[in-house]
């Protein structure tokens, strides 16, 4: 399994409007949809990674720590898209970076990602990031081309590997020490208390 890592630099568009589009911070009530909407697009088929690695965590953490990098697009009040970011300070380098960005079937290409991204962008270069990174399975065509026609550039390989643990020595040690115990344990009948004599 390999990742693209792309990236951007200081090149950003102006503004774009969509009637019934309202891009805004993501508030408590988000929570459960964005999550559910993840659910929806990172699926375990297309990509087996960002599947992995979604779950109600990365909503919560995020809404938490950096809730001003959260960003929902709703269309007629009906959540349409998220953007989850992040800013990294290293040296005097300060970069932003696109954790997770999804846009609800029904709302494709209607321009809500572009949105979403020049919205966290904004927000970024506030906040002093000069630079902007972003990730995606390789075999994800649609937001390979996304980031590329937003100006993420010079794509790098990056190799993701897995091991199946059911398979480790050390699990199949605790499976046998498991059924070892189980062998060994005794089912006793509980003893009845005696009824004192009166
Ligand atoms: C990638 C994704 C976020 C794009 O959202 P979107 O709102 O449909 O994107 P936009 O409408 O802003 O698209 C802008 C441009 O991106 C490219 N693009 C977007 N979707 C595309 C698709 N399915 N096929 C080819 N190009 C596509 C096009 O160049 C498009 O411009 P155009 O419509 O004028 O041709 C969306 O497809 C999605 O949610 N995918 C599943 C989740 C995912 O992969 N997230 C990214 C990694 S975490």
Redesign the pocket.
Known sequence: MTYIFMSIENSFDNERSDAGLTVREMEIDDLAGVFHL?EL??TSDL?PY?YRTWDEWEVIGSYNTEPDYCLVAEVDEQL??FILGTIISKGTLVYGY????????S???????????DRLVERLINDGARFMM????PE????V??????GFHDARRHIFLSMDLSQHEYYGKLIAYEREKADRKVWKRPRLRPTPKT
């Open positions: 993840g697009l990172f990509y960002i349409a898209g696109i954790t997770w960005l999804g846009v609800s079937p709302f494709q290409r209607r321009g809500i990602a572009d949105q979403l991204v972003a990730d995606t399975d994800n065509a649609p937001a081309k996304f980031f590329d026609r937003k």
